[in-house]
Structure formats: structure tokens, C-alpha cells
């Protein structure tokens, strides 16, 4: 049998499978899990094949494993997360012996699709450890981290609050930095050389502080380091034709701070990213659109990726729906 003859027999075998866990009919709950064990097995050996055949990987199979391992997860993330879990691991091993970087960045971390965990399986809660060290690999870190850190730095410092000596407050005992922090004083400003490296030191040194600030302070400290971040990502994309570089950092930023403002507080966030799609939209940056604004869901905070929000609230569906594209994750089902 020919590469493309299996392959599309590959093909044929996941969409058979499909047909076989989606199904109209009310289905006994242990027929529907043996049934989707079956497809995501056929899934897993698919993606293995088409990255890692003895042929070599072409940017074609790469693309279908992308797209692929997108779909799996997301509904492993539904009905059975442990198996995803485990093999993901693997699959990353293999990723990094092979050397396959650009799958490695492009896809498993900026696509974050490591083990599901709370953020995005109600089948996890809070409690759980996020899976930080799958992504601290060859040079990478998980696109959430900032977030995290900031969550972790707050229990930090309520735990000092409670247990340990006062942090000094007063001026004279504090560093430039901190001192800064205390009074929100301090320049934000972003550039387009090196954004989302200035945005972490920015929030690091002014958000991510060990010291006691007033909410009203550090709230408009968030605000002004996302005032900047957007106004650099505006720059990125609008001074002129962007390259494809400039728009890889304004993606790149553009999801760290919306990763934060689902933390902080996304109203701004949320009220800001339509401006942004209508103006990518007017000029025509319709590879942006496509392969950052949708398929790594930079669109408006909700409740997939912030605590903000509940599973009550509508999902953004018509903010992708635009040039031909639709959102990248699908209604959840009613339990009615």
C-alpha cells in the first residue's frame, strides 16, 4: 500500500470512529466511553504515525497531527483525561528526541496541548497542580506561568502575612522597584524589539512583588502594563505592513496578556480585542486572523480560560465568525 493510500485509510478508520462515539441516539454511559477509548486510540496511533514515520515528517502531516491532536484533546478533556495525560507525555519525549522544535514550540506549547488540567477539564478543580514542567522544555516555559505566578506570589504573601515577620512597608527600608510598586509610579513602557521579555519584567517587577500594596494601586498598576502591552501590539500590526516576525510578538504578548487579564480582571481586555479584530479584518491580515487571533483563541475572556466568568455566561462564537472562520471550541452539552 502507497504513504497516501495509508494515510488516507488512516483518514478513513478516525472518521468511521467518529461516527461511532457521536451519535444521536441515547447510548449506554459505558458503550460511550468503550466507544471513545476506541477512537482515541485510533487518534493517538494516527498522530504517532504522521510524526514520526521512518518516511520523515512532512509539513502536511504536521499540520494533520496539529489539527488532530487539537481535536483529542479537547474532547478527552470531556470524557476521560487520564489516558491523554499520560501518552502526551510520551508523545512529547519523542517530539524532543526527534528534534521536531518547530512542532514542539509552534504547536504542543502555544497551542497549549499538554495534559488537561482545571483550566480546561471540569473533571479537575483548583487543587490540582498545573502542569507546568511538561512545557519547561528546550528553551520553552507554559504560556500560562505568568498567571500562575502571580496566583502563587499572592498565597505566598498571605502566608507571610500570617506566619512570618511583616515585610517592610516604609519607605526607607524598600528597594526602587518596591517603592515604585507602593506608589504605582513607575514608567510602562513597551517596545518592539523584545515586548512580551519587557511585559514579564514589567509585571515581575511592578505586580509580582513580596510587599503589601494597596488593591487600588496595584489594580491600576495592572492597568497601566496592559495599556502598554496593547498599544505596543497595535503598533506591531498597524506601523506600516507587519512582518512575520512583528506578528509572531504581537501574537506572542497578545496571549500572555490576555492570559493575566483573565486573572486580573478582563473587561478591558475584552472590550479591546474587538477594536483589534475589526482593524486585523480591515487591513487585510487574514494569516493572523486565521492562524493566532482563532486557532490560539485570542479572542474575548470567558469561561474556558477565566475564573470570572461561569459555565452560565455565553461563549464568544461571533467574535470568530468572521472571514471564514468560526471559534475553535464547540458549545458544551446540556445535562438536561
Not at 484533546?73 to 517530539?95: H, M, Q, S
Not at 497542580?129 to 505566598?156: D, I, Q
Request: net charge negative; glycine share 4%.
Amino acid at each position: 500500500m502507497s504513504k497516501r493510500k495509508a494515510e488516507d485509510a488512516q483518514s478513513d478508520k478516525m472518521a468511521t470512529a467518529e461516527k461511532v462515539a457521536q451519535v444521536d441516539e441515547i447510548v449506554d454511559d459505558d458503550v460511550t466511553k468503550e466507544n471513545f477509548d476506541r477512537t482515541a486510540a485510533a487518534a493517538r496511533d494516527v498522530i504517532w504515525r504522521l510524526l514520526f514515520d521512518e518516511a520523515g515528517t512532512s509539513q502536511s502531516n504536521t499540520e494533520k497531527a496539529s489539527q488532530l491532536l487539537e481535536e483529542y484533546r479537547g474532547d478527552a478533556c470531556f470524557y476521560d483525561p487520564t489516558p491523554y495525560n499520560e501518552w502526551i507525555v510520551k508523545l512529547r519525549d519523542e517530539v524532543l528526541k526527534k528534534e521536531l522544535l518547530d512542532f514542539w514550540r509552534d504547536v504542543l506549547v502555544k497551542k497549549q496541548l499538554g495534559p488537561c488540567w482545571s483550566r480546561d477539564c471540569d473533571l479537575f478543580d483548583s487543587d490540582d497542580t498545573p502542569p507546568l514542567e511538561f512545557y519547561a522544555h528546550a528553551g520553552c516555559t507554559a504560556p500560562f506561568a505568568a498567571s500562575l505566578k502571580v496566583r502563587a506570589a499572592l498565597e505566598e504573601q498571605a502566608s507571610l502575612d500570617q506566619d512570618g515577620p511583616a515585610t517592610p512597608t516604609t519607605p526607607g527600608e524598600l528597594s526602587a522597584d518596591d517603592a515604585a510598586a507602593l506608589s504605582g509610579e513607575f514608567e510602562a513602557a513597551l517596545t518592539k524589539e523584545n515586548p512580551l521579555e519587557e511585559y514579564r519584567t514589567l509585571m515581575k517587577r511592578f505586580v509580582l512583588t513580596k510587599i503589601i500594596v494597596p488593591d487600588s494601586v496595584h489594580q491600576a498598576s495592572v492597568k497601566k502594563i496592559a495599556a502598554a502591552a496593547r498599544e505596543i501590539i497595535w503598533k506591531l500590526l498597524f506601523d506600516g505592513t507587519p512582518s512575520s516576525e512583528d506578528q509572531n510578538k504581537a501574537a506572542e504578548l497578545l496571549q500572555e496578556y490576555k492570559g493575566d487579564a483573565g486573572f486580573y480582571g478582563p473587561d478591558d481586555y475584552n472590550s479591546w480585542i474587538y477594536k483589534l479584530r475589526d482593524e486585523v479584518l480591515t487591513k487585510e491580515l487574514l494569516d493572523f486572523w486565521r492562524d493566532k487571533m482563532v486557532k490560539m483563541e485570542l479572542g474575548p475572556s470567558c469561561a474556558r480560560d477565566s475564573d470570572y466568568y461561569d459555565n452560565e455566561d455565553p461563549l464568544p462564537f461571533e467574535f470568530y465568525d468572521k472571514a471564514g472562520c468560526k471559534a475553535p471550541f464547540e458549545a458544551p452539552e446540556n445535562d438536561d
